[in-house]
């Protein structure tokens, strides 16, 4: 359901700001948003609270972030809650983003090696992935897990390519029980 409830209402407000010509701006002020309500949880709790009425917690949204936010946002923030959708402003707001990325053609790419890489290497692994994949630029995030012995496991959305050496350990692994049980 709150699947559903994400794609309805990111969908209206990305048909909206290619309507209006503001996807960059409301794609900034999406990921300002997020930052300032997970920092604020009160502020979430307070909206999400059932024996606050309606009609004072659109005078909160209007109290905080009149002037804050574009207009576009600002119907935006005040639909959601009218409708009682401010719990999954967080879904809604992540998924806005991805489909942003998506159109922009962002990927988001998650690398974790066994030791740390250095600037140059971290270059050579984005230009890769920028020649192997159809993103124009990417997000990158690095990680380290000493566990993998060496190699590297690159994460873009559901698609994983495991290099690592711990991995091809474990495949031999397998090969080699395989042959055993096979005599």
């Not at 794609?7 to 996807?23: M, S």
């Not at 994460?155 to 474990?170: A, E, F, N, P, W």
């Amino acid at each position: 359901m709150a699947k559903l409830v994400s794609k309805v209402y990111g969908d209206a407000l990305l048909e909206a700001a290619q309507d209006r010509d503001c996807l960059d701006r409301l794609y900034e002020e999406v990921q300002t948003l997020t930052a300032v309500l997970k920092e604020n949880r009160d502020l979430i709790q307070l909206l999400n609270h059932p024996q606050v009425v309606k009609e004072e917690k659109l005078q909160i949204i209007e109290n905080v972030f009149r002037g804050r936010v574009s207009d576009e946002m600002m119907g935006f923030l005040t639909t959601v809650v009218e409708k009682g959708r401010q719990n999954d402003i967080f879904d809604i707001f992540q998924y806005f983003t991805v489909q942003v990325k998506e159109q922009k053609r962002i990927g988001t790419a998650y690398v974790t090696t066994a030791v740390e890489l250095t600037r140059t290497q971290k270059e050579q692994v984005m230009e890769r992935l920028l020649a192997t994949t159809s993103y124009t630029k990417f997000e990158m995030n690095y990680a380290t897990d000493p566990s993998l012995i060496g190699g590297m496991v690159i994460r873009i959305g559901d698609r994983v390519v495991d290099s690592s050496i711990k991995t091809r350990l474990q495949d031999l692994k397998r090969q080699l029980m395989d042959v055993q049980l096979a005599q």
